[in-house]
């Protein structure tokens, strides 16, 4: 009796979860369909689609995943703790973590940065391994981490004891060739650059939080206080100050960049899969999807019916 309640249970959470997931899923194919992929030079500023090579992360920075020391341009590591018994182990996570550092793609029209915060990854390079300690390579003073063999013993000749631990890890490497579903948009070449008045201001909003400083610069009578003419010649200073950083402003470079949608109407997805191999995964899942709905909805109504 105890059973069949539970499974009833089961089957009234899992058909709204299930419904939920199916309509993420058909909005993500539709997108990613109605999507066409750009070339980076020629990218419309929004949503779009890029395929390029992974060539570096964007400040020459050297990415070490830190389970395995694999070099990377992304990774993600989970560490969970069994427990329960060996044949129910009740996974439980006990530390997790996500790079946050931004890479290069490139194709044959330019490159752009890609910041994977709050992406959606789907990646072919994983592994999953057991352990019988925290971490599958031991902290060392400072801070490194040094190989331990125990991840290499056979599985099948483990014990609970051996296997309490468990230890995941994804990557993105370069020279990977992904593709990418996100905002894009073009910073600097003399774009959304403020007009004089408005750098101006800020010029003198900083000036006048030193004011110290302001009036040994200004003060020429030093009596302690910046007189009204003085005031004239600040804010021909001020002017001058801000021409000069509008130039500046107009000779940096252009940089392309693409990340997660901030009004959040678009998914944000990061694949190593091409774009027909992502939709048949997404088309899979929702198979399955409609499968669990089907399933809950029979059950369900056989128990109302009995």
């Given amino acids: 009796m105890f059973g069949n309640y539970y499974l009833i249970f089961l089957a009234a959470?899992?058909?709204?979860?299930?419904?939920?997931?199916?309509?993420?899923?058909?909005?993500?194919?539709?997108?990613?369909?109605d999507t066409p992929t750009s070339k980076i030079k020629s990218a419309a500023?929004?949503?779009?689609?890029?395929?390029?090579?992974?060539?570096?992360?964007?400040?020459?920075?050297k990415l070490?995943?830190?389970?395995?020391?694999?070099?990377?341009?992304?990774?993600?590591?989970?560490?969970?703790?069994?427990?329960?018994?060996?044949?129910?182990?009740?996974?439980?996570?006990?530390?997790?973590?996500?790079?946050?550092?931004?890479?290069?793609?490139?194709?044959?029209?330019?490159?752009?940065?890609?910041?994977?915060?709050?992406?959606?990854?789907?990646t072919d390079h994983s592994r999953l391994w057991h352990g019988s300690t925290l971490y599958p390579m031991t902290k060392t003073a400072n801070s490194q981490f040094k190989p331990n063999n125990s991840f290499l013993i056979n599985a099948s000749l483990r014990s609970h004891q051996q296997t309490r631990y468990r230890y995941s890890e994804k990557f993105i490497y370069a020279h990977d060739v992904i593709h990418v579903f996100g905002y894009f948009h073009?910073?600097?070449?003399?774009?959304?650059?403020?007009?004089?008045?408005?750098?101006?201001?800020?010029?003198?909003?900083?000036?006048r939080e030193n004011p110290d400083k302001l009036k040994?610069?200004?003060?020429?009578?030093?009596?302690?206080?910046?007189?009204?003419?003085?005031?004239?010649?600040?804010?021909?200073?001020?002017?001058?100050?801000?021409?000069?950083?509008?130039?500046k402003l107009f000779n940096t470079p252009i940089i392309h960049i693409l990340s997660k949608d901030k009004l959040n109407k678009h998914p944000f997805i990061?694949?190593?899969?091409?774009?027909?191999?992502?939709l048949s995964k997404l088309r899979f899942y929702s198979f399955i999807s409609v499968t669990v709905i089907l399933c809950s909805c029979l059950y369900l109504w056989k128990y109302l019916i009995y």
Avoid at 13 to 33: D, T
Avoid at 86 to 108: H, V
């Fill in 186 to 207: 073009t910073e600097g070449g003399g774009r959304n650059i403020p007009s004089i008045s408005k750098i101006t201001s800020q010029v003198l909003k900083e000036w």
């Fill in 45 to 61: 500023q929004g949503y779009v689609e890029l395929k390029g090579s992974v060539s570096e992360t964007s400040d020459g920075f």
């Fill in 216 to 247: 040994e610069k200004f003060d020429e009578n030093k009596d302690g206080k910046i007189d009204m003419w003085e005031w004239d010649k600040v804010r021909k200073a001020a002017i001058n100050n801000a021409e000069q950083k509008r130039k």
């Fill in 64 to 122: 070490i995943s830190p389970l395995t020391e694999n070099p990377c341009v992304w990774y993600q590591y989970k560490i969970e703790q069994s427990q329960g018994s060996y044949l129910s182990p009740n996974w439980q996570t006990i530390e997790k973590g996500t790079s946050a550092q931004k890479f290069i793609i490139s194709d044959d029209s330019g490159s752009c940065i890609i910041d994977p915060r709050d992406a959606e990854i789907i």
């Fill in 270 to 278: 990061i694949s190593t899969h091409s774009q027909k191999e992502l």
């Fill in 13 to 33: 959470i899992s058909l709204p979860i299930s419904i939920w997931y199916l309509f993420v899923l058909i909005k993500k194919i539709r997108i990613i369909e």
